[in-house]
Nanobody, 122 residues
Framework: QVQLQESGPGLVKPSQTLSLTCTVSHGSITANYYYWNWIRQPPGKGLEWIGFIAYSGNTYYSPSLKSRTSISRDTSKNQFTLQLTSVTPEDTAIYYC??????????????WGQGTQVTVSS
């Protein structure tokens, strides 16, 4: 079964870049036709989709975060990364990496990492 695990600093200072890595086990990030997502949940709020990198390497981002977001991958390590620039305290959240797949007319998110807390504070 597929496993995903987030890693990276838990504390980031305002104006800096948030960088997280997702390591995938028992599943290739290049395998057709999966999508590798980042999703976050701020304190007391719902889940917010950030973006994905597809099996092909194509990326797509939430319009509200697109200008600050970059998702990339290292296929030799079976990892994909999130970089979110110019962070503020509003970016404080639990960050999840998630596998997704299109099933008929809907999107299924079948495997989730455990999540990692990132706090933006000086």
């Amino acid at each position: 079964q597929v496993q995903l695990q987030e890693s990276g600093p838990g504390l980031v200072k305002p104006s800096q870049t948030l960088s997280l890595t997702c390591t995938v086990s028992h599943g290739s990030i290049t395998a057709n036709y999966y999508y590798w997502n980042w999703i976050r949940q701020p304190p007391g709020k719902g889940l917010e989709w950030i973006g994905f990198i597809a099996y092909s390497g194509n990326t797509y981002y939430s319009p509200s975060l697109k200008s600050r977001t970059s998702i990339s991958r290292d296929t030799s390590k079976n990892q994909f990364t999130l970089q979110l620039t110019s962070v503020t305290p509003e970016d404080t959240a639990i960050y999840y990496c998630v596998r997704g797949v299109v099933v008929t007319t809907s999107v299924s998110q079948d495997y989730w990492g455990q999540g990692t807390q990132v706090t933006v504070s000086s």
